[in-house]
């Protein structure tokens, strides 16, 4: 970290941010030139408060040199962390498909989506059990009730289930579950975060709505430093100006998180853009950015024609982009599992 | 809710559209013109899923008329709501001034900075017992021991206590706090809203980093349908672009909310700007604009000169901005309640 | 157009707003329910001032149900245009390469790297003569004496160029350029872009870098109504709170475009990212989500060594994208036309 | 400057680098450390392309001590800058109020206008006579015949004129403005900027809608850096996510203007609101934050009873505002000069 003191400042004032420093427990170079002062700290510095140095009124700037995470880092983990979920691998040169309803709603409907997003070409089945929504008169999910049909349809299908934990109350009842997934809204829930390190089970972390790539790795390494460190990464839109889709798809974080970070990265196309024409050309565009994978809405319902255009595909729609996927991956050098 | 269908679109698909709004109790008023057909739905749409909606194919746009939240809603409750702390009235033409620490450090310095706070005018004590912090390394705050010291510093000084709570599974040890605090990072933590609205203690409900207002009310709704009717809204700046303070306050979200909401909302001008030589400028600006009330960082540590410049004011600079808003409430009809 | 009037409004008030409709030579639908007055607009609603209705007292809101753009509006335009610049055609299933450096320097230079690119598979040939910078105090280009060189390099390799204007003053200079380029900046240079809808040269109009999509359109229909129909829509970056990279690519924007608008779209992904080496990854994910060409920034100068990482490929990297890219078109239905 | 070279490059590299720097005629203070090499640029540093620095390879960051700006630098000018727009005084204790039309219709309305707002405590007119519209089917305003009815109206109540200026073309027929506005898209023409600079008279420079603070002051610099140092800035809002206002007045860029640059700043609270109702509060806490001065729409047609309610006041409103401004300056240690 390297702090530039402001010109003419007392003395008194930068030995005491110099002595502050050392009793961190860090070494101090300093580098006295004619118009600034500047202040190398060196040694583990990701305990330093950053924010708050840069509050000093002696304080011109300051600039992290190392980043703030460590188990997520690349430079402490070059190769690529492979996450094995029942056998299908995140990361290196795989390629994961996950598909399903947004909600569980009954036995029927998910154990149809289960077999029609298999046979399309999934090799996981996703489905919300605990729905976190802004307004509370809308559905909140069938709950525990949810989980359990989730848990039917993998044992009819084999596909391992991945389905959204919203709060450590209920962590006992998600035993089976194959990816517990944090939702962009709970990304800083720190206490969920905690308590989830404590497990093996891997965790599908979405990015908060409005958060940076740093803030995302930072909640990353909040389960990993607890003892975890089965972490997908899944980017899902990100708030802007822009209304005319609902969020906007920041398919620039593959490429930078690949150089930052060796855990595997999916993309959520069907909630970042929140309509379904988009998800196939926002599916080709992940894989061509160098995503590990995709999560996608799928439904079964030829009847509830109400539902056409919403946010989920049909499984004919849905097979034609795993084909079309298909057809990219040997250019980015993936594959998938089957 | 206004929905406008498409040109040309089957009529089946339109039928099945309004059969489905039917079923969910609402009256349809059809407009049929040349170019487009109109659905007026008439009832209470705030059960209605705007997304979905907004997501088919044969919909051209759907506007709201009514808005999503009710109990936090000035059309259904026009007077302003005063929530009462103690004796302390925020709302109306009631001006508080919210005072103390970031964090309880140990029972010298929180009842320290009780006295000078409440010497230099403001009128409840806030400390941070639990701290969300970004890092996993930084310091996570005293917990439960930093809420005993906190009603310790009520005790000696008669002020009520303002402080956060992270996770439900403290709120037993919260007993004795006057206003429990929901940080940005969970505005919607939806199982904490949730717990929080089954007690009758006041919420301080800061506005979530790229929280909308309308995203922010229902949050309050969260809170208020489950019967606590006492939320204090807090803006506390929001993520933009610019980076030369740590987020943008939004003063004009004050006019608005005094608009749609009888809600009483306050302003935490140190954590929205990150430096305290903004913080007075940006307290006046606040008064202008009509807030209820200010949460304002002070320190009092006179040997502790490394944090002279960070985002807490000390004593005798907080006592400055408290006389200049007393000079400034006059013009906007508020006054302090001592 | 729809008005949503406001409860228990005085009917004098509700008068004159339909009567001034009225005057603008449009039809009024009134549809007048329990709690709102529905005002529907019909004819050609493009020259209504919408924000000027919105903001009246007496109004609750306003959707815009026909879009304000009418020449670049796939509704009344259904098939692709196709720009044709000296034999390359941009649109339907044609896709162009445009590479070249990011400024014109001297003759060898921009002879050199024309003729890399030319080898490696780029079609158009680009290059900086007149440059917008932030700080007065950087180069600006070489101005006119640099589109002598790019004409220069034109002549010698065939390739037809692209280059910036930035004032209506220097328009004769740029006769003999093939494709003229506005500017993020220049967006919203309504006298730059009358001026050029006075022409018949294509016009390549970059995204303003905090444009939504409708206002971009309507540049181009700054553009179109002048009678200039030759334009193409580059995506460059919108700017947003993250910062890891200079602007966060929009690749959302290309499918959402695709719907609304029958012009060509290509994307500059060397802007937007400003580091060369995530450029690969966001031309192969440009083209997955859609788009019909590529501009990117390459240099020349091997002895050149402190350019190496800078938003510029080197030729032989250069190549490797084009032929990833090629690898990528056949899924997507694009080809090359050479 | 200071530039952060990344642990084990080559020593090639690093010395290309360190030759380009000293070519741009800049010393360079080396410090190598155990983990990273720190290379100090000392010298004027406002030259030299951060951007391209920050990209090379072998570059870990770059952190600018010195501000790229000079003129508008108050490092290098302590005292506030007082513009003179005959006998009113921007800066320093001053406080001015602009106000008059949106648009000049006609020779009545602007007469009319002019003479309300003087009478209510105005001290310049404005009016557009150039209008920007993002659609080119809005009305574009009268041009020079406004212009004229805009002299007419000075000649008549003896205030300065303030109005936009979009193109180098009209600027001969500028001659009698006393202030010369450049709006929020046209920050950066850069080629209208430059030529401004050449003239003495006032320029009234808004912030570009998605400008930051670092960027507008360079738009400054460029003014000042060709001879006009009478610069005067406007904050008129940004644009940021949230739809509820037109743009988000950002207030905290007040006080961190007045820290880095000695020119004059007021608010336009009526552009970046777009409601009248809430432009009293805006106007109140533009004060509070320290601004030095308003630019304000009033309008002048009770007959045009339409406008009620638009982004424009009543005279009748505008004196109310007056009159609280009035009552709070004391407080900000400002007044108004009548």
Chains 1, 2, 3, 4 share one sequence.
Not at 89 to 106: H, K, L, T, W, Y
Not at 274 to 281: A, D, E, H, L
Request: proline letters at 4%.
């Amino acid at each position: 970290m390297i702090v530039v003191i402001k010109k003419n400042q007392e003395q008194k004032q930068v030995d005491n941010l110099i002595n502050w420093i050392k009793d961190l427990g860090l070494n101090v170079h300093l580098s006295e030139g004619e118009n600034t002062t500047i202040v190398g700290l060196v040694g583990d510095t990701s305990k330093v408060d950053i924010d708050l140095i840069r509050t000093l009124d002696i304080v011109e700037s300051v600039t992290r040199v190392q980043e703030p995470y460590k188990n997520a880092n690349r430079k402490f983990h070059p190769a690529d962390t492979i996450v094995d979920v029942a056998g299908h691998r995140f990361g290196g040169d795989n390629f994961q498909i996950i598909a399903g309803p947004c909600s569980v709603e009954n036995e029927k409907q998910i154990i149809e989506v289960a077999e029609a997003v298999k046979k399309a070409g999934a090799t996981l089945l996703r489905g919300g059990a605990f729905k976190p929504r802004t307004s509370p008169y809308s559905f909140q999910g069938m709950g525990v009730d949810g989980l359990k049909l989730l848990k039917k349809a993998k044992a009819e299908t084999g596909m391992p289930i991945v389905t959204e934990i919203m709060s450590e109350e209920y962590i006992d009842d998600f035993d089976g579950v194959d990816v517990m997934q944090v939702g962009a809204r709970n990304m800083q829930n720190f206490d969920l975060l905690k308590r989830l390190g404590k497990l093996k089970t891997p965790i599908l972390l979405k990015r908060g709505i409005a958060a940076t790539v740093e803030e995302w790795l930072m909640s990353a390494e909040y389960i990993m430093s607890e003892g975890n460190p089965n972490v997908i990464l899944c980017e899902r839109g990100i708030r802007t100006y822009e209304t005319y889709t609902r969020n906007t798809l920041d398919l620039s974080a593959i490429p930078v998180l690949k150089e930052r970070t060796h855990l595997p990265i999916i993309v959520d196309p069907s909630h970042a853009l929140g309509i379904s024409r988009f998800v196939k050309p926002m599916c080709l565009g992940s894989v061509g950015a160098g995503a590990d994978g995709l999560i996608i809405e799928v439904h079964n319902d030829p009847a509830h024609a109400l539902c056409d255009g919403a946010q989920s595909l049909r499984p004919e729609q849905f097979e034609d982009v795993v084909n079309c996927v298909k057809g990219m991956l040997p250019v980015v050098g993936k594959r998938m599992d089957r």
